[in-house]
């Protein structure tokens, strides 16, 4: 069993800060397991060993357990959000808005690489986050670029999912490293986990799946601007981590209007992220 009480969070030390500023600035952030707040301060946040971003706003929550279940028991202490600053709690610029305008980056990019599933377990040993451009050792073939939909998420328009026979048309989705699954709305999450045999229980957002079905999955097929991405149905079945039961990588969330292209998508392709030109770029 996993004991999520070993699990330690080191938490912002103010009184080891010279740069930290209190502020009287209420704040909340919503998260799907509830919300958090708190208040808002100012610090210097360093990026890798150089990259130091002078007054940013940050968010102090005063508890953390709305977070559930994912924050608990992740490997992480804090969220470093690179949406657009239009999605930022209070509407402050967020971190890498103010490395861009404080010239700390070369460019108006970030980049991430997220390591390859082995055999159906994640891994996460060989990740790296790039900021101010993109990595060429991590890809091999041309980066294909798409328009982002709306400025707030990193939102695109897909033409079609398709998943062996089973095909979802006009879809909106945003691509995010924080969501471990991809995601859509229940109804259409749960045609496609009956198609790949996998047990759909009611009201339960994941499904489990026989292990043994990850070689005989087909693709699942994103058509964007006409251009086709796949993700290998051998990763869309997830060995958990907590036993050993397999998950189909598809999680049903309620009240969900569009998909999310969580870290199943991401650990296919090699994903640039350009703020300026507000458009997104996969390679393989």
């Known amino acids: 069993p996993y004991d999520v009480t070993k699990v330690q969070k080191d938490g912002l030390e103010i009184k080891k800060s010279t740069t930290y500023n209190a502020t009287d600035e209420f704040m909340e952030i919503r998260y799907g397991t509830g919300s958090i707040q708190g208040r808002f301060c100012t610090d210097t946040v360093t990026l890798a060993d150089d990259l130091a971003v002078t007054n940013q706003y940050l968010a102090t929550p005063t508890d953390c357990d709305p977070m559930g279940l994912p924050y608990k028991m992740g490997k992480f202490d804090g969220i470093l959000g690179l949406g657009f600053d239009g999605l930022a709690a209070g509407h402050k610029t967020t971190v890498f808005s103010n490395a861009i305008k404080q010239k700390l980056v070369e460019k108006p990019i970030f980049s991430f690489f997220l390591d390859s599933n082995k055999d159906g377990k994640v891994s996460n040993s060989n990740g790296e986050l790039t900021f101010g451009g993109y990595d060429p050792k991590h890809y091999e073939g041309p980066i294909h670029w798409f328009a982002v939909t709306r400025a707030l998420y990193w939102e695109l328009h897909l033409n079609t999912i398709k ?98 292209l969580g870290d199943p998508f991401l650990r296919t392709y090699y994903s640039i992220f350009n703020m300026e030109k507000k458009e997104i770029g996969f390679a393989k």
């Not at 062996?164 to 945003?174: C, L, M, T």
């Not at 986990?193 to 087909?218: E, Q, R, S």
């Open 163 to 260: 998943f062996g026979s089973i095909e979802i048309k006009n879809v909106n989705a945003i691509v995010d490293t924080g969501t471990s699954l991809l995601a859509g709305p229940p109804d259409e999450v749960a045609a496609f986990a009956k198609k790949a045999g996998a047990t759909v229980i009611p009201y339960l957002p994941v499904h489990p799946i026989d292990c043994d079905k990850a070689n005989t999955l087909p693709d699942l097929q994103l058509e964007i601007d006409g251009r086709i991405l796949t993700i290998p149905g051998k990763d869309l079945v997830l060995k958990n981590p907590l036993g050993d039961l397999c998950v189909f990588a598809m999680a049903g969330l309620h009240k969900l209007q569009f998909w999310i």
